[in-house]
């Protein structure tokens, strides 16, 4: 693929995140810290942050196996979880969060935890789609600000 069409393909990708109400502003800034220095910065804090927000995963589903529910420990779980999505401007997951924790302070999040991890498992999906492309368009590829 000729290197103009792939960076078209990269900025659409991209602007089709945040059209989809996917991410907000937050990424924005995340990708102004990236520079010559560092050139995959944006990349490696996405990869970590899905590194630990699927741990956090994995204790909320431990956490909503016991009975009965311990809603602090599910509640301090959740905050970490969407701290973590939160600095990478993953709106789309970082709302699904707010409803969990709106949903187990009534007493019933595991409709809405199994609608979160659908979100987080389609966003990592879409990063792992765009990062890739971004690696095969090499260095200095620098992406447009969101419309």
């Not at 089709?16 to 996917?22: A, C, H, R, T, V």
């Not at 995963?57 to 016991?66: F, G």
């Given at each position: 693929?000729?290197?103009s069409q792939l960076l078209r393909q990269i900025n659409s990708m991209r602007q089709?995140?945040?059209?989809?109400?996917?991410l907000d502003e937050q990424f924005v800034q995340l990708e102004e810290l990236q520079d010559d220095a560092n050139p995959n910065f944006v990349e490696e804090v996405v990869t970590l942050c899905f590194r630990d927000s699927s741990r956090l995963?994995?204790?909320?589903?431990?956490?909503?196996?016991?009975s009965?529910?311990?809603?602090?420990?599910?509640?301090?779980?959740?905050?970490?979880?969407?701290?973590?999505?939160?600095?990478?401007?993953a709106r789309k997951v970082k709302?699904?969060?707010?409803?969990?924790r709106e949903y187990c302070m009534a007493g019933s999040g595991e409709g809405t935890f199994q609608r979160l991890k659908k979100e987080h498992t389609s966003l990592r999906k879409k990063f792992e789609a765009y990062f890739q492309l971004k690696?095969?368009?090499?260095?200095?590829?620098?992406?447009?600000?969101p419309k």
């Open positions: 693929m000729e290197r089709s995140l945040f059209d989809q109400g996917l995963i994995l204790n909320l589903e431990q956490a909503l196996k016991k009965p529910l311990d809603f602090n420990q599910l509640d301090s779980y959740m905050q970490q979880f969407k701290g973590s999505i939160s600095s990478i401007g709302d699904q969060c707010t409803l969990f690696r095969q368009a090499g260095p200095s590829q620098v992406a447009s600000r």
